[in-house]
């Protein structure tokens, strides 16, 4: 949900590292005072560092989120193991009959689009004072060692939805609707979870306990990207891996934009009308002591439509000190990973120089 690394390429921009969120002028605020805006202003332009070449990725597991949690034993097994597989090899997958009403996602997109729209002095009052606010909205920079400092296009809203719910105050349906599908998409994680610690034959309730997922962190995230004149010269989210467990992905009316990197190749998702994008957090990697993969993954924008995504992001309890799971560990011949708490992977990513290496590589165990 939010980068981890700011380069926009696998090779270049090692001196790059983002800053807290800021609020300057809204992406929105400015495509709506131009009539024809025909070149990017220049904190957006981030030149020839950009490049958003991808293929079409035709092979994105699809896991039914219906026989996952079927009384067939058999239907369930055979999803168990998909999803298993799904979580190793891509780290992604498009999932299908999640059974959230289509009402309750439509009114999802809706409120947020509509908070996207207030003016910018009303949103400025969500500025965030660090990176532990609970609530935040605006911009986000990505800052050189030279003092040359870029913006995503992209405008974002931040909140953090449990154990604690915070939520703006307008629009005024939006916390009842935030609250309803946050608490549904938090149930689903926690089936993932389970449904993932049964293949690894773990035991549901140790992995539960061990992750404190009661109390688990949750974030909700959405992002607005207005149309683009030069989507090549710019990004929306750069590449970067997700804190937590699992993140449940909405794209509206199933706009590419999403690009997700297998193998040093970078692969264009467009996914199906009704489905979500849910992929592995750094955290259960660790924890599966390598067995599921976290991908690098950004977003990209073009210069005919808006897009408006809504990300939630599922972890461990914020106090969790989160390593391999210790029967793992045991059966592996030893961790792969270091231990690290959450909350403090979280604000270390957030605020960390970036320098070529991920906080989730800094973690790998070399053997």
Known sequence: MAPAAVSTNSSADDTRRHQPFEFNESVQSLVDASDNL??????YNLGDTNDTRASSCESLPVIDYSALTSSDPHQ???AIAELAEACADWGFFVLVNHGVPKELIESMFATVREFFRLPDDEKKQY???????????????LKSTSNETFTLWRDFLKLYVHPDFHCPTKPQPLREILAEYTERTRKMAREL????????ELDRQYVEEALELDSSFQKFGGNFYPPCPQPDQTIGLPPHNDPGLFTILLIHNGLAGLQIERQSHWFEVNPPPNSMIVNVGDHLEIFSNGRCKSSR?????NKERERLSIAV???PGKDVVVGPAALLVERDGGALYRSMKYQEYVESQLSRTFNGI??????RIST
Request: a neutral charge.
């Open 38 to 43: 025909e070149a990017l202003p220049t904190k």
């Open 76 to 78: 369930r097994s055979k």
């Open 127 to 141: 500025e965030a004072k660090s990176t532990s606010s609970p609530i935040a909205c605006g911009n986000f920079n």
């Open 193 to 200: 979870v389970g449904a993932v610690a049964e293949s690894m």
């Open 297 to 301: 993954h950004r977003a990209v924008v």
């Open 313 to 315: 992001g599922n972890g």
């Open 358 to 363: 991920s906080i989730l590589d800094e973690q």
